[in-house]
């Protein structure tokens, strides 16, 4: 199976910073990749699809980029209601799915 | 609108198994597969499979391999996890989603092994 690894585990920063979240693949996945957000006690929400793509209602300052084996996630401005923790998740040609560990962020 | 409605919590014994439904609304249910994920307490998120509500075909992650059964019914627009041979580590909030692009996400539910 794919593995994924995702950095950092946690992160605090202050409203309106530039936030950015990394993850990797252990094999090439093409643009195989989505991100999601996830409140406590919530389902996780979709934020970016095949890597880049912003899903339909997601404010724009959610991004995310890359292909292959490394991607970028990131909060062009950082506001309140993003605390958070994001997961990424990938899926080969089989549709075998892998999250990574996810990433808690916080306010500082 | 689309809507995934889960079936309500389950407590069971180590050993039991337990079967969750998702009841799919809103789109045309052979349209798109369904995946299954779950999350035991404070921990992250865990890929458990792929059901294709299309043709029944499934892969499962390698870890529940032989434990876990995913089934859908195309007469009721639902699909079906079942998980076997029980244990502590199994408690978790286990949800469906559509596809392998998740958009769209059931309510959750717990699970909880406890003997």
């Known amino acids: 199976d794919i593995q994924m690894t995702q950095s950092p585990s946690s992160l605090s920063a202050s409203v309106g910073d530039r936030v950015t979240i990394t993850c990797q693949a252990s094999?090439?996945?093409?643009?195989?990749l989505n991100w999601y957000q996830q409140k406590p006690g919530k389902a996780p929400k979709l934020l970016i699809y095949?890597?880049?793509n912003l899903e339909t209602g997601v404010p724009s300052r959610f991004s995310g980029s890359g292909s292959g084996t490394d991607f970028t996630f990131t909060i062009s401005s950082l506001q309140p209601e993003d605390i958070a923790t994001y997961y990424c998740?990938?899926?080969?040609?089989?549709?075998?799915?892998?999250f990574g560990p996810g990433t808690k962020v916080d306010i500082k | 609108q689309v809507q995934l409605v889960q079936s309500g919590a389950e407590v069971k014994k180590p050993g039991a198994s337990v079967k969750v439904s998702c009841k799919a609304s809103?789109?045309?249910?052979?349209?798109?597969?369904i995946s299954w994920v779950r999350q035991a307490p404070g921990q992250g998120l865990e890929w458990m499979g792929w059901?294709?509500?299309?043709?029944?075909?499934?892969n499962y992650a390698q870890k529940l391999q032989g434990r876990v059964t995913m089934t859908t019914d195309t007469s009721t627009s639902t699909a079906y996890m079942e998980l076997r041979s029980l244990r502590s580590d199994d408690t978790a909030v286990y949800y469906c989603?559509?596809?392998?692009?998740?958009?769209?996400w059931g309510q959750g539910t717990l699970v909880t092994v406890s003997s």
């Open positions: 989603a559509r596809d392998t692009t998740m958009k769209y």
């Open positions: 094999q090439d996945i093409s643009n195989y």
């Open positions: 059901i294709s509500a299309y043709n029944g075909n499934t």
């Open positions: 998740q990938q899926y080969d040609n089989l549709l075998r799915g892998t």
């Open positions: 809103g789109y045309t249910f052979t349209s798109y597969g």
């Open positions: 095949d890597a880049s």
